[in-house]
Nanobody, 122 residues
Framework: VQLQASGGGLVSAGGSLRLSCAASGRSFSNKPMAWFRQAPGKEREFVAAITRSGGNYADSVKGRFSISRDNDKNTMYLQMNSLKPEDTAVYYC??????????????????WGQGTLVTVSS
């Protein structure tokens, strides 16, 4: 099983980026999937998760980020708008092998992507 995150890059404050997380090796349809991020010198933190019921967000990104998935493509997305310098981090996608509710804790996820760097300049 492999998760491949992509779409990171350098963007100016106020700009947008869309991250993708392509899964292979098994289907994660309707399984909890999530995005986390880790800024330099900080712990990895929850950003957003998606379940059968929809998306859930950290307060810091609510209203600016949108999580979605395409089950046919076994791919999850994170649309990031109105980016701020404090959004700068390595973004990781994660998937749970079972369950139906969303989790904000890292240890609830069984599979992780390699991370993609997002840099927001002021």
């Amino acid at each position: 099983v492999q998760l491949q995150a992509s779409g990171g890059g350098l963007v100016s404050a106020g700009g947008s980026l869309r991250l993708s997380c392509a899964a292979s090796g098994r289907s994660f349809s309707n399984k909890p999937m999530a995005w986390f991020r880790q800024a330099p010198g900080k712990e990895r933190e929850f950003v957003a998760a998606i379940t059968r019921s929809g998306g859930n967000y950290a307060d810091s990104v609510k209203g600016r980020f949108s999580i979605s998935r395409d089950n046919d493509k076994n791919t999850m997305y994170l649309q990031m708008n109105s980016l701020k310098p404090e959004d700068t981090a390595v973004y990781y996608c994660a998937a749970a092998g079972s369950g139906i509710i969303y989790y904000t804790r890292l240890e609830k996820y069984d599979y992780w992507g390699q991370g993609t760097l997002v840099t927001v300049s002021s």
